[in-house]
């Protein structure tokens, strides 16, 4: 095996075993996690569904969408449907993307 391949081969091993496992990319409700997922918390925050068990939401705010309390559109108020990217950990939803489908 020349030098050449063998970097191609070393490159390629790394860049698989640095994509996570556990990586979600699906479609989900997004909403605020206490009032409309009944999750405990301090205050109204960020929280998406996920296999029917809520999550709150890091990397994104409440507010990153519009205001949350928007009688029409708010996440206080109503459940939206997104598209997203990330990982559960230590029982949160660390995200790296969220687009809003509506």
Same mark, same amino acid.
Do not use: P, W
């Given at each position: 095996?020349?030098? #050449?391949?063998?970097? %191609?081969?070393?490159? !390629?091993?790394?860049?698989?075993?640095?994509?996570? @496992?556990?990586?979600?990319?699906?479609?989900?409700?997004?909403?605020? *996690?206490?009032?409309?997922?009944?999750?405990?918390?301090?205050?109204?925050?960020?929280?998406? #569904?996920?296999?029917? #068990?809520?999550? !709150?939401?890091?990397? %994104?705010?409440?507010?990153? %969408?519009?205001?949350?309390?928007?009688?029409?559109?708010? !996440?206080?108020?109503?459940?939206? @449907?997104?598209?997203?990217?990330?990982?559960?950990?230590? *029982?949160?939803?660390?995200?790296?993307?969220?687009?809003?489908?509506?």
């Amino acid at each position: 095996m020349n030098l #050449k391949n063998l970097t %191609f081969l070393s490159l !390629f091993i790394v860049a698989i075993s640095c994509k996570s @496992k556990d990586e979600i990319n699906q479609t989900v409700e997004i909403s605020c *996690g206490q009032c409309q997922f009944n999750l405990e918390g301090d205050g109204c925050s960020l929280a998406v #569904k996920i296999d029917d #068990k809520a999550y !709150f939401v890091e990397g %994104f705010g409440i507010d990153d %969408f519009g205001d949350a309390h928007d009688e029409n559109s708010g !996440f206080c108020n109503v459940i939206r @449907k997104g598209e997203i990217t990330g990982t559960i950990e230590n *029982g949160k939803f660390l995200a790296s993307s969220i687009k809003l489908q509506d």
